[in-house]
């Protein structure tokens, strides 16, 4: 899901927000050896945070059916988890960044969720509104400027951007279905020997519609009698 995400935010920048600029898109840590390296105008977008978003969890179960409409495996709903990218602009020039975060400012500020059309594989297939925010205040524990100490490299003006994105859960194989009807005994008081019944087992279903059976050894021929049940 993760990589998934980095290539919808690729293709959201590259092809729309910084359409036709032929600035480079990456996903590097910006250290300060990762700096020094740098000799084109970039935009960075470095990963540094991931948690679940507890308040997507929900709970039931979705059912998946085989060609024969037996319950084949059953799936939980997703999980969300918060993907926080600290966004960087780099040029020569402090003017020039200050630019390029403004041009991603504005255009990531268009919409609220990413573009159905960039994502691909799981996100595809599950097919839910993936969601993002775009500067706003880090949550609790989130410190940009403690994620700077972290890389060894100077402070930089950057935007926090965390998408939201679902995890979709495996799908667990249940058992066969069950084909043998239940089995029922009767007792007579005055010979406990006696009496016995058992449910036939179900074969099929004939032509005509009529459930096949099979006697089940140890089963007599005995029936109830007819009539309203005794009291």
């Not at 059953?74 to 966004?87: C, E, K, T």
């Not at 706003?136 to 524990?141: F, H, K, R, S, W």
């Not at 006696?194 to 089940?216: C, F, K, Q, T």
Request: aromatic share 4%.
């Amino acid at each position: 899901m993760i990589h998934e995400i980095d290539e919808a935010l690729h293709g959201l920048l590259t092809s729309q927000v910084l359409a036709t600029s032929g600035i480079e898109v990456v996903f590097d840590a910006p250290t300060r050896e990762w700096a020094s390296r740098r000799n084109a105008p970039t935009v960075n977008l470095f990963l540094y945070d991931i948690r679940e978003a507890v308040e997507h969890r929900q709970q039931g179960r979705r059912a998946h059916h085989a060609a024969d409409g037996t319950v084949a495996a059953v799936q939980g709903p997703p999980r969300w988890f918060a993907l926080s990218y600290l966004v960087t602009a780099w040029t020569k020039r402090p003017q020039d960044e200050h630019r390029l975060l403004s041009d991603l400012l504005c255009g990531l500020m268009d919409g609220d969720v990413l573009p159905a059309e960039r994502l691909g594989g799981s996100l595809a297939a599950l097919a839910l509104a993936v969601p993002y925010t775009i500067a706003l205040p880090p949550g609790e524990g989130r410190a940009l400027a403690d994620v700077w100490s972290a890389l060894g490299g100077e402070l930089k003006p950057s935007l926090d951007l965390v998408v939201t994105a679902p995890l979709a859960a495996a799908r667990r194989p249940v058992g066969p279905a069950v084909t043998d009807a239940l089995v029922v005994r009767a007792v007579d008081r005055a010979d406990p020997r006696r009496g016995e019944l058992r449910r036939p087992r179900h074969e099929g279903v004939s032509e005509d519609g009529a459930i096949g059976v099979r006697r089940v050894r140890g089963e007599t021929d005995r029936r109830p009698p007819a009539g309203p049940v005794p009291r």
